[in-house]
């Protein structure tokens, strides 16, 4: 799996937007970016994946760079309910990491009032 | 609703005993996986299966074991052997053996060893 790091911490004000770097340099041209987060004791929720291209859905926008070794997830309004671990994930695109999602430590997005 | 059910919620164990810990999906998804989580850790892979009746070890395979006998189903066995086996337990599976589209998760069982 291609290798990705993320700060471990960021805060970010209720109504504004939150954007949450992830490094993932040795990616290669198949593999996605995912991300995930997970609200204390709970499993993990898928958010968003992408490719190449930016994408957006109800929760967020990803921005992958033109190069792909980095990519930012942007929650436009904050919510206090958005504080969680975020994790942001490139699985192989083959052998025994095939469809195997790993998880790092992710990054503590805590939203204050 | 479809979805994943993990049970029980929380769960307590003697050392030295063998637990099971379930997981059931109405997803009518090919992949299922089980994964352990250490309070301020990320998650770590204990098993996956890709298909009925196989699976495979994942980094963390020590002290567990598993069966997929039917595609809803894919039960963790913590077995006497694994040393610290108190932790957040979580199970996923994924609509295809690539998991394109993500993965959906269960709401975890606690596994506190006493």
């Known amino acids: 799996d291609a290798k990705t790091t993320q700060p471990p911490s960021m805060d970010c004000a209720e109504g504004r937007a939150a954007n949450l770097p992830c490094n993932h340099s040795?990616?290669?041209?198949?593999?996605?970016v995912y991300w995930y987060r997970q609200i204390h004791s709970q499993g993990p929720q898928y958010i968003i994946h992408?490719?190449?291209n930016n994408e957006t859905n109800e929760m967020a926008s990803l921005i992958i760079t033109e190069d792909r070794k980095s990519s930012t997830l942007i929650l436009p309004h904050a919510t206090l309910r958005d504080t969680a671990v975020y994790y942001c994930?490139?699985?192989?695109?083959?052998?025994?990491?095939?469809?195997?999602?790993?998880f790092g430590q992710g990054t503590i997005l805590t939203v204050h009032p | 609703d479809g979805g994943i059910t993990q049970s029980p919620k929380y769960l307590f164990r003697k050392e030295g005993q063998n637990v099971t810990l379930s997981c059931e999906q109405n997803?009518?998804?090919?992949?299922m996986y089980w994964y352990r989580q250490d309070p301020g850790q990320g998650l770590r892979l204990i098993y996956y299966?890709?298909?009925?009746?196989?699976?495979q070890k994942g980094d963390i395979a020590e002290g567990y074991s598993v069966s997929r006998e039917k595609k809803e189903s894919f039960p963790l066995t913590v077995t006497s052997a694994q040393k610290n086996p108190t932790a957040f337990y979580l199970c996923?599976?994924?609509?295809?053996?690539?998991?394109?589209?993500?993965?959906?998760f269960g709401s975890g069982t606690r596994l506190t060893v006493v």
């Open positions: 997803l009518n998804h090919d992949a």
């Open positions: 996923a599976s994924s609509i295809e053996r690539q998991a394109l589209y993500g993965y959906t």
């Open positions: 992408g490719l190449k």
């Open positions: 040795t990616i290669s041209g198949n593999e996605y």
């Open positions: 994930i490139v699985p192989g695109a083959g052998g025994t990491s095939y469809g195997k999602l790993t």
């Open positions: 299966s890709q298909i009925v009746n196989d699976f």
